[in-house]
């Protein structure tokens, strides 16, 4: 079959249109830009779990290079001791949990809160069912571990009191987090309180003899990046580039979940079963709640009431919460009322 | 009207119609945006709202800092919010006012509420006054909010019962714009389909059946316009088409009988010249008797009564004799001429030169009397009756000795190839011929000299030219620049047996 000369022109002017088209495309399909800026040296500590994900995402895909920062990351157990780091000046930015760092303000620490990146339920209590333990009620008189000093606490005396016990009703014994597997396992103690994914290692550990439960009632708790404020007075165009790198790492778990995860797990150590068991639970995301505020007042009024802190007045949480980062990213992200 | 005109007037009647659907449509979405601003406004105030009423909660059950600065960050976006919406909701005026109202009065409240916190506080925290009055705030705070939570809540659905109408009207509009557009594409096809298809579509099948031969076939294209310009000069065409057809036709007509009456006089000349070649072949051969016999009678009249009768009759008797000798020769050459016709052989292959040889053998007794000298070039082979073409060169040389002049007769013959044929050229230094005879000398019996002076009949150049003929080529006759005659016929290379 031929073809006339004026189809064949059509075609051939089709085909180019095309391949111009596809080409475009091509060139003009996002590309990885090479920042062209100084490039600042920043020290981040963090916990190695799925909660620091975005994190390990961002540091496993360059994205913090791209924004120009030159990232060290240090390993904490938990964030405690990451904040405790950063006090003493060893790191520029920590992570961990809002009652943390909420206890630490009220305490009279010299910290800014620069975002969430993830939000959700991880603490859960594990117990041993060959001790007797089945349900709330039969903890009393019962050795229950934790480490003091964490959230786990305020959950655990939060729970305590939904399930009409008293602290002075279980013995509370202070178990670093590296030993706290162990220490059940070994029958230290009957029960433990710990986050995601101590509890998953437990409960495999002990196998048919465990049980366990979630002890945070629905209350979110969230994972916070806090520095001191003079990196905010002295750096503070890292802090945009910081979350921009990390809105990058929230697009990667939006567009690609299977990727998010495997970084997540080879970064973190985690095997790909309890990631896949227990991923519904987090929420990889950027952002400045009012119910974070709500969470961290909880937290201060809690530990006031415990008397553990000479201050009596709760902070007001606004004054260290500096938005300016993420308004500049992500200003959709921002429900705290400003 | 014109097509282009009719065009016209329908794409700026489209163009009119598209446009101001269109511009139905845009209004219509601004308006909807116009809803849709409006709507979320009012869900924001519903929003601040509670806000509000958290706030105030939060700061009566722990009277921190943080709620403090958030309502009254609250109160003022309520401000703004509310002032913007009494711009907008002009049908809900009285909620909005009722709103605004309400607003300061929270205010209010919530600012004794403060105060009876603070430091100057006139009723002593703790004490029954103080417990009392902030019962009392509390609760008219509560029944102010309680109040804008409602109002707030019927604007929202105000908003957004006049955005759903919005909505649907834009709906409409957007269905009616695709319907109009659906329409002017069915309208422009049909248009299109009766002012230009259809006319186009009979004139092609009019140019198909004028094509195929029917010239009388019209095309029926109704109407003004380009289209029935065009229709009517396709009908002229195919007018002048017959017209022409017609001609063209009686031409043929007319040319084949003239080609019949040509090919039948054609015929009749053939045969007219077999029967004239016959009978002088019939009458030269036949009278050869009667005329022997004439002759002898003659004679022997003249031999037994020579003696018996004066000279006078002897004188006769011999003039008798010579005569019947030179009627003899005349029977003789015209046999030999008529033979050319009728006694031929086929074609063949032959060797020029050794047909020149057997010729000029033949005149091998002239040529010595005379002293003739003959030369020729190389000569070809060529396709040729043998016997004849000897015959063409041998009274062609020996037309050159006999017409000598004072010098010894000189005869050179050669030959050259040109793009069909061969040009053979016979020349002499004769005493050459004058131009206004060289057609006449190839006719039978035809002399340019007399008797006495130049003996023969005048039939040898008339069989050469015969011979020439047969061949398919052509001879004629020029005179030479130094005297003498040249003979230049033609002998076609490949056609000779087609001609023969």
Same mark, same amino acid.
């Given at each position: 079959?031929?073809?006339?000369?004026?189809?064949?022109?059509?075609?051939?002017?089709?085909?180019?249109?095309?391949?111009?088209?596809?080409?475009?495309?091509?060139?003009?399909?996002?590309?990885?830009?090479?920042?062209?800026?100084?490039?600042?040296?920043?020290?981040?500590?963090?916990?190695?779990?799925?909660?620091?994900?975005?994190?390990?995402?961002?540091?496993?895909?360059?994205?913090? +290079?791209?924004?120009?920062?030159?990232?060290?990351?240090?390993?904490? %157990?938990?964030?405690?001791?990451?904040?405790?780091?950063?006090?003493?000046?060893?790191?520029?930015?920590?992570?961990?949990?809002?009652?943390?760092?909420?206890?630490?303000?009220?305490?009279?620490?010299?910290?800014?809160?620069?975002?969430?990146?993830?939000?959700?339920?991880?603490?859960?209590?594990?117990?041993?069912?060959?001790?007797?333990?089945?349900?709330?009620?039969?903890?009393?008189?019962?050795?229950?571990?934790?480490?003091?000093?964490?959230?786990?606490?305020?959950?655990?005396?939060?729970?305590?009191?939904?399930?009409?016990?008293?602290?002075?009703?279980?013995?509370?014994?202070?178990?670093?987090?590296?030993?706290?597997?162990?220490?059940?396992?070994?029958?230290?103690?009957?029960?433990?309180?710990?986050?995601?994914?101590?509890?998953?290692?437990?409960?495999?550990?002990?196998?048919?003899?465990?049980?366990?439960?979630?002890?945070?009632?629905?209350?979110?708790?969230?994972?916070?990046?806090?520095?001191?404020?003079?990196?905010?007075?002295?750096?503070?165009?890292?802090?945009?580039?910081?979350?921009?790198?990390?809105?990058?790492?929230?697009?990667?778990?939006?567009?690609?979940?299977?990727?998010?995860?495997?970084?997540?797990?080879?970064?973190? $150590?985690?095997?790909?079963?309890? =990631?896949?068991?227990?991923?519904?639970?987090?929420?990889?995301?950027?952002?400045?709640?009012?119910?974070?505020?709500?969470?961290?007042?909880?937290?201060?009024?809690?530990?006031?009431?415990?008397?553990?802190?000479?201050?009596?007045?709760?902070?007001?949480?606004?004054?260290?919460?500096?938005?300016?980062?993420?308004?500049?990213?992500?200003?959709?992200?921002?429900?705290?009322?400003? | 009207?014109?097509?282009?005109?009719?065009?016209?007037?329908?794409?700026?009647?489209?163009?009119?119609?598209?446009?101001?659907?269109?511009?139905?449509?845009?209004?219509?979405?601004?308006?909807?945006?116009? %809803?849709?601003?409006?709507?979320?406004?009012?869900?924001?105030?519903?929003?601040?709202?509670?806000?509000?009423?958290?706030?105030?909660?939060?700061?009566?059950?722990?009277?921190?800092?943080?709620?403090?600065?958030?309502?009254?960050?609250?109160?003022?976006?309520?401000?703004?919010?509310?002032?913007?919406?009494?711009?907008?909701?002009?049908?809900?005026?009285?909620?909005?006012?009722?709103?605004?109202?309400?607003?300061?009065?929270?205010?209010?409240?919530?600012?004794?509420?403060?105060?009876?916190?603070?430091?100057?506080?006139?009723?002593?925290?703790?004490?029954?006054?103080?417990?009392?009055?902030?019962?009392?705030?509390?609760?008219?705070?509560?029944?102010?909010?309680?109040?804008?939570?409602?109002?707030?809540?019927?604007?929202?659905?105000?908003?957004?019962? %006049?955005?759903?109408?919005?909505?649907?009207?834009?709906?409409?509009?957007?269905?009616?714009?695709?319907?109009?557009?659906?329409?002017?594409?069915?309208?422009?096809?049909?248009?299109?389909?009766?002012? +230009?298809?259809?006319?186009?579509?009979?004139?092609?099948?009019?140019?198909?059946?004028?094509?195929?031969?029917?010239?009388?076939?019209?095309?029926?294209?109704?109407?003004?316009?380009? =289209?029935?310009?065009?229709?009517?000069?396709?009908?002229?065409?195919?007018?002048?088409?017959?017209?022409?057809?017609?001609?063209?036709?009686?031409?043929?007509?007319?040319?084949?009988?003239?080609?019949?009456?040509?090919?039948?006089?054609?015929?009749?000349?053939?045969?007219?010249?077999?029967?004239?070649?016959?009978?002088?072949?019939?009458?030269?051969?036949?009278?050869?008797?009667?005329?022997?016999?004439?002759?002898?009678?003659?004679?022997?009249?003249?031999?037994?009564?020579?003696?018996?009768?004066?000279?006078?009759?002897?004188?006769?008797?011999?003039?008798?004799?010579?005569?019947?000798?030179?009627?003899?020769?005349?029977?003789?050459?015209?046999?030999?001429?008529?033979?050319?016709?009728?006694?031929?052989?086929?074609?063949?292959?032959?060797?020029?030169?050794?047909?020149?040889?057997?010729?000029?053998?033949?005149?091998?007794?002239?040529?010595?009397?005379?002293?003739?000298?003959?030369?020729?070039?190389?000569?070809?082979?060529?396709?040729?009756?043998?016997?004849?073409?000897?015959?063409?060169?041998?009274?062609?040389?020996?037309?050159?000795?006999?017409?000598?002049?004072?010098?010894?007769?000189?005869?050179?013959?050669?030959?050259?190839?040109?793009?069909?044929?061969?040009?053979?050229?016979?020349?002499? $230094?004769?005493?050459?011929?004058?131009?206004?005879?060289?057609?006449?000398?190839?006719?039978?019996?035809?002399?340019?000299?007399?008797?006495?002076?130049?003996?023969?009949?005048?039939?040898?150049?008339?069989?050469?030219?015969?011979?020439?003929?047969?061949?398919?080529?052509?001879?004629?006759?020029?005179?030479?620049?130094?005297?003498?005659?040249?003979?230049?016929?033609?002998?076609?290379?490949?056609?000779?047996?087609?001609?023969?």
């Amino acid at each position: 079959m031929r073809l006339p000369a004026g189809k064949i022109v059509v075609l051939v002017a089709v085909l180019c249109a095309l391949c111009i088209g596809t080409a475009s495309v091509w060139i003009s399909r996002e590309q990885p830009r090479k920042f062209d800026g100084s490039v600042e040296k920043l020290s981040l500590g963090i916990y190695r779990s799925t909660l620091s994900g975005l994190l390990l995402i961002a540091e496993d895909q360059g994205f913090f +290079v791209q924004k120009g920062l030159d990232v060290t990351t240090n390993h904490y %157990e938990y964030g405690l001791l990451a904040i405790k780091d950063l006090l003493a000046g060893n790191i520029d930015i920590a992570s961990a949990t809002d009652s943390v760092v909420a206890w630490q303000i009220l305490a009279g620490a010299d910290l800014k809160i620069l975002a969430a990146v993830n939000d959700g339920d991880f603490i859960r209590m594990v117990a041993r069912t060959d001790k007797g333990i089945r349900q709330w009620s039969d903890l009393k008189g019962k050795r229950v571990g934790l480490t003091m000093g964490t959230i786990s606490e305020l959950f655990l005396d939060r729970a305590l009191t939904f399930n009409n016990l008293s602290r002075e009703d279980i013995e509370l014994v202070h178990v670093d987090s590296p030993a706290i597997v162990a220490a059940i396992k070994k029958g230290e103690v009957d029960a433990i309180v710990v986050w995601s994914p101590l509890d998953d290692e437990a409960e495999l550990g002990l196998g048919a003899s465990a049980v366990s439960w979630s002890v945070q009632y629905g209350q979110k708790y969230y994972w916070l990046l806090v520095c001191k404020s003079e990196l905010i007075e002295k750096r503070l165009h890292i802090i945009e580039r910081l979350v921009a790198a990390l809105a990058q790492s929230e697009n990667l778990v939006a567009s690609n979940q299977a990727e998010a995860q495997r970084i997540i797990v080879q970064q973190a $150590n985690l095997e790909q079963s309890f =990631l896949d068991r227990t991923w519904y639970k987090y929420n990889l995301k950027l952002s400045l709640d009012q119910q974070m505020v709500m969470a961290m007042e909880d937290a201060a009024r809690w530990r006031i009431f415990r008397g553990r802190i000479s201050n009596t007045r709760v902070p007001n949480f606004l004054d260290v919460i500096y938005i300016g980062g993420l308004r500049a990213v992500r200003p959709e992200a921002i429900s705290i009322i400003h | 009207m014109s097509i282009r005109y009719r065009l016209l007037i329908s794409s700026a009647m489209c163009l009119a119609l598209v446009l101001g659907v269109g511009w139905l449509v845009v209004v219509q979405f601004n308006s909807l945006e116009e %809803e849709l601003d409006r709507s979320m406004a009012n869900s924001a105030i519903v929003r601040n709202v509670f806000n509000l009423k958290i706030l105030a909660d939060e700061y009566s059950e722990y009277n921190e800092e943080r709620p403090l600065a958030q309502w009254k960050i609250t109160w003022d976006t309520m401000r703004s919010l509310l002032l913007n919406s009494a711009k907008r909701n002009s049908q809900s005026s009285e909620v909005v006012n009722r709103l605004i109202e309400d607003h300061r009065d929270t205010n209010s409240a919530f600012s004794h509420l403060v105060g009876l916190h603070g430091k100057d506080s006139t009723a002593p925290d703790g004490s029954p006054m103080h417990k009392e009055l902030e019962e009392k705030l509390k609760a008219l705070l509560s029944v102010k909010l309680q109040s804008m939570v409602a109002d707030a809540s019927r604007l929202e659905k105000t908003s957004q019962a %006049e955005m759903a109408h919005s909505h649907k009207v834009t709906d409409l509009a957007t269905i009616a714009f695709v319907i109009v557009m659906a329409l002017i594409t069915v309208g422009s096809a049909a248009l299109m389909y009766t002012l +230009v298809l259809r006319p186009l579509n009979k004139l092609s099948e009019g140019a198909d059946v004028v094509g195929a031969g029917n010239l009388d076939h019209r095309v029926d294209v109704a109407g003004p316009g380009e =289209l029935g310009d065009l229709a009517a000069a396709f009908n002229r065409m195919a007018a002048n088409l017959k017209k022409s057809y017609e001609e063209m036709e009686a031409e043929v007509i007319h040319r084949k009988q003239a080609e019949k009456a040509l090919a039948k006089q054609a015929e009749e000349l053939a045969r007219s010249n077999r029967d004239l070649e016959q009978f002088a072949y019939v009458a030269s051969h036949d009278l050869q008797e009667p005329l022997r016999n004439v002759t002898n009678c003659v004679q022997l009249l003249e031999k037994r009564y020579k003696h018996q009768v004066g000279s006078d009759v002897v004188k006769l008797a011999d003039l008798a004799v010579d005569s019947c000798a030179r009627m003899k020769d005349l029977m003789d050459d015209l046999l030999e001429f008529s033979r050319v016709g009728t006694r031929c052989n086929p074609f063949e292959p032959c060797d020029c030169e050794q047909v020149l040889t057997r010729a000029l053998a033949n005149l091998r007794s002239t040529i010595r009397e005379s002293g003739a000298v003959i030369t020729h070039d190389p000569l070809p082979t060529l396709n040729a009756d043998a016997t004849q073409l000897s015959q063409l060169f041998q009274n062609l040389v020996s037309n050159g000795i006999k017409f000598r002049g004072k010098e010894p007769p000189q005869v050179h013959i050669s030959a050259e190839e040109n793009e069909h044929e061969w040009l053979f050229s016979v020349r002499d $230094n004769g005493i050459g011929i004058d131009p206004q005879y060289k057609d006449r000398i190839f006719a039978v019996f035809q002399r340019l000299h007399l008797q006495s002076e130049y003996p023969g009949t005048g039939i040898g150049l008339a069989i050469a030219k015969k011979i020439v003929e047969r061949h398919g080529g052509q001879i004629r006759v020029k005179p030479n620049h130094d005297g003498g005659s040249t003979f230049c016929f033609t002998i076609p290379t490949g056609a000779a047996d087609n001609v023969h």
